[in-house]
């Protein structure tokens, strides 16, 4: 690239005096936003041919701009681009290089668009994108809970409140309320990506554009469902990063969620699952250590990804409209949050479905804790005892049982029925773990899939 190219010439008429070079860099962003070539170059491509259309490019700068447009992208893909701080942004870097490939058609496409616009494209074109990566990610990871869930159907094991036993349930129930909160998470970015789906380009600086330009002719090249409705807010308007980095942030938590439940579980003193050796690691000095390293560091990346949300909306609170040089720090955080979700999606869909239950524990654990206590009351409710007589009635049975070191399942029905009269031989089935789980077939319930 020319010296000339690699000064700022496309503002630099206005200053009396060249930017400080500390200035220079402190304020290029370069550095991190040449991720968004492809996207850069993808909305120049379509802002040249809706510019041919109104006529300000002939057919043949077109072609020469689109053909420069496709040299440079192979350049960048090859390592050959020579980037410069000094231009500031992939928009200048890109646009210096065209002109000095194909001289003054390159200085042409700018016509009838402003960096404010285009980055507001860019952004939104990049991180569309990297949405539908995302939903990927997500439906694989649901498809992997679903077959597992569907393996683990009969795996009875305990059902926490407090993290304390609360009612039998299967491991497969289980699996399937995280797959829950995986289905409300795609439902979030299809939103957020629905919404965000619109076209700033041809907003210009903030106030549009005197050239006869075709705003709908863009948006569709681009495969946007339609042009924004504001100048102002298009260039100015972050909204869809903050939503993005919110709905990120609700995948970590649960992801999180998950994480801590693993970590629970893999410990000698639950004792619930084997993870895959391949995603776990030992220690430097403790040889019989089997650390479950993906899950805890999954559930250390949520903090990161929280941190962006609050960055991106700290980052807007305070900015009068329209563009303000405030929004070049919306790009390190997005693209970090991006980054992190994805991976920890991944990390998640490939270790899942290699989970193995140990059914047998979850099985002691279960009987451990009065976990048909719940059942048993409902046994009595149905025999016409209030609910509330019926509570009392089981606690007491409770308490016996911790002085006998008995769980209700053990104990015999002359046992059962010093608490209650009602209380008849068949009641065993009530209080059985296969029992308490199989009946509750309802809606949403544990034997609804059993």
């Not at 491509?45 to 040299?71: F, P």
Request: net charge negative; hydrophobic share 40%; glycine share 8%.
């Amino acid at each position: 690239m020319s010296d000339k190219a690699k000064s700022n010439q496309q503002w630099g008429g206005r200053f009396s005096e060249p930017v400080d070079e500390f200035v220079a860099r402190f304020t290029a962003s370069i550095d991190f936003d040449k991720r968004l070539y492809h996207h850069d170059i993808m909305g120049s491509k379509a802002h040249a041919r809706m510019l041919n259309k109104a006529d300000i490019l002939t057919a043949e700068e077109l072609e020469s701009i689109i053909n420069g447009l496709i040299d440079i992208e192979g350049e960048i893909e090859r390592g050959e681009f020579e980037w410069s701080v000094a231009l500031e942004d992939i928009h200048m870097n890109i646009e210096a290089r065209l002109t000095e490939k194909i001289g003054i058609a390159g200085k042409k496409l700018h016509t009838g668009r402003s960096r404010n616009d285009q980055v507001a494209t860019d952004i939104r074109l990049w991180l569309r994108d990297e949405i539908d990566s995302i939903l990927v990610e997500l439906g694989r990871l649901q498809n992997g809970l679903a077959e597992l869930a569907d393996k683990e159907n009969q795996t009875i094991m305990p059902g926490f409140t407090h993290l304390q036993v609360a009612q039998p349930i299967t491991f497969g129930h289980h699996l399937r309320a995280w797959r829950e909160m995986l289905v409300r998470d795609s439902s979030r970015m299809q939103d957020c990506r629905k919404r965000m789906n619109q076209s700033p380009l041809g907003s210009a600086a903030l106030a549009g554009t005197t050239f006869p330009i075709d705003r709908n002719y863009t948006a569709e090249l681009l495969g946007f469902d339609a042009p924004t409705a504001n100048s102002l807010d298009s260039v100015s308007d972050r909204d869809f990063a903050i939503e993005f980095c919110s709905a990120s942030a609700l995948i970590l938590t649960h992801l999180s969620r998950m994480s801590e439940e693993l970590v629970l579980w893999t410990s000698q003193q639950f004792d619930f699952i084997e993870m895959p050796d391949r995603f776990c690691t030992g220690s430097s000095i403790m040889p019989q250590k089997k650390n479950p390293d993906v899950p805890e560091l999954v559930r250390g990346k949520t903090g990161r990804v929280n941190g962006h949300l609050m960055s991106l909306l700290t980052l807007m609170k305070g900015q009068p409209l329209a563009y303000n040089k405030d929004n070049q720090e919306d790009k390190e955080p997005l693209f970090d949050a991006v980054d992190t979700v994805k991976d920890c999606l991944r990390a998640f869909a490939d270790m899942i479905p290699h989970i193995k239950s140990k059914p047998e524990n979850m099985r002691a654990a279960t009987k451990k804790g009065f976990a048909t206590a719940t059942d048993l009351a409902d046994y009595l409710v149905k025999k016409g005892v209030p609910f509330r007589e019926a509570h009392e009635i089981v606690g007491k049975a409770v308490a016996y049982g911790l002085n006998e070191g008995k769980d209700l399942s053990e104990m015999t029905l002359n046992e059962l029925q010093q608490f209650s009269a009602v209380i008849e031989d068949g009641v065993q089935d009530a209080l059985s773990l296969e029992g308490c789980v199989s009946a509750r077939g309802h809606i949403g319930g544990t034997g609804e899939h059993a």
